[in-house]
């Protein structure tokens, strides 16, 4: 399953929008965005009140796009570690170091990286090399700032 599911109680029969979101932890606005968008199905009551379903909101989070899933045009998966191409959050999320410096690496071509559409794909043989060329770069940055 691309999502993570929250566990749902199949012995309640509808969740209304408030608690919903209380569940999943979000607003109720952002509920109420993704009923009004279709992606969320959900029955009105006589009162304007929504009513959703527990199985309406397993095959919600079941349709979800998941970026690691994500393929190019040939069927490939873009961001597959066992080939060498990692998406900037996993990066991040291995290497410990915020999504924004991982983008400013990339824009300033300090680690190897792919465009493909608007995705960027770090490549690399393992994050162990990638977050090596991370520490390489930062020792430069100490050296250029201490003779400065």
Request: glycine letters at 4%.
């Amino acid at each position: 399953m691309p999502m993570n599911i929250p566990k749902m109680d199949l012995t309640v029969p509808f969740y209304s929008v408030p608690q919903l979101a209380r569940k999943l932890k979000r607003t109720n606005q952002s509920i109420y965005l993704c009923i009004k968008s279709g992606k969320l199905k959900a029955h009105k009551k006589k009162n304007s009140q929504w009513l959703i379903t527990p199985i309406d909101i397993i095959n919600y989070y079941k349709s979800r796009y998941d970026r690691q899933l994500t393929k190019d045009a040939n069927g490939n998966k873009l961001f597959d570690p066992t080939k060498g191409a990692f998406s900037v959050s996993q990066i991040s999320k291995s290497t410990g170091i915020p999504i924004h410096k991982i983008y400013y690496l990339i824009r300033i071509n300090a680690i190897p990286y792919e465009k493909y559409r608007s995705q960027y794909i770090v490549k690399g043989k393992s994050f162990k090399e990638i977050a090596k060329l991370i520490n390489n770069y930062k020792k430069k940055l100490k050296k250029k700032t201490k003779n400065e």
